[in-house]
Nanobody, 126 residues
Framework: QVRLVESGGGLVQAGGSLRLSCAVVGRTVRRYVMAWFRQAPGKKREFVAGIAAGDDSTLYGDSVKGRFTIARHSAENDVYLQMNNVGPDDTAVYYC???????????????????WGQGTQVTVSS
């Protein structure tokens, strides 16, 4: 059974940094795409970042490019999202996600991911 468990959310001031982690149970993270999405109140769930299986190539949403970094800790079987220079627009619930198939490339649509964590709240104060 695959489980994704996010942690690391909280309150941070604008311009600050935060690091989110996603612990993965039931699969080896290096063999699957891992992604982060976020959802702010009243808005659709938005793709934030993804990391491919194998070559560790990455893809970022336009709104976080240059500020956020996704990476994988194969030894610890987890994935993290380093968030720098955050702003109020980054306030959201952040979700870790992974597709069913190891053959899937990074995709930006939520429907492409079958496994989701419970989410962790990030609040940025101005």
């Amino acid at each position: 059974q695959v489980r994704l468990v996010e942690s690391g959310g909280g309150l941070v001031q604008a311009g600050g940094s935060l690091r989110l982690s996603c612990a993965v149970v039931g699969r080896t993270v290096r063999r699957y795409v891992m992604a982060w999405f976020r959802q702010a109140p009243g808005k659709k769930r938005e793709f934030v970042a993804g990391i491919a299986a194998g070559d560790d190539s990455t893809l970022y949403g336009d709104s976080v490019k240059g500020r956020f970094t996704i990476a994988r800790h194969s030894a610890e079987n987890d994935v993290y999202l380093q968030m720098n220079n955050v702003g109020p627009d980054d306030t959201a619930v952040y979700y870790c996600a992974s597709p069913e198939s190891s053959l899937e490339p990074i995709r930006i649509t939520r429907e492409s991911y079958q496994y989701w964590g419970q989410g962790t709240q990030v609040t940025v104060s101005s």
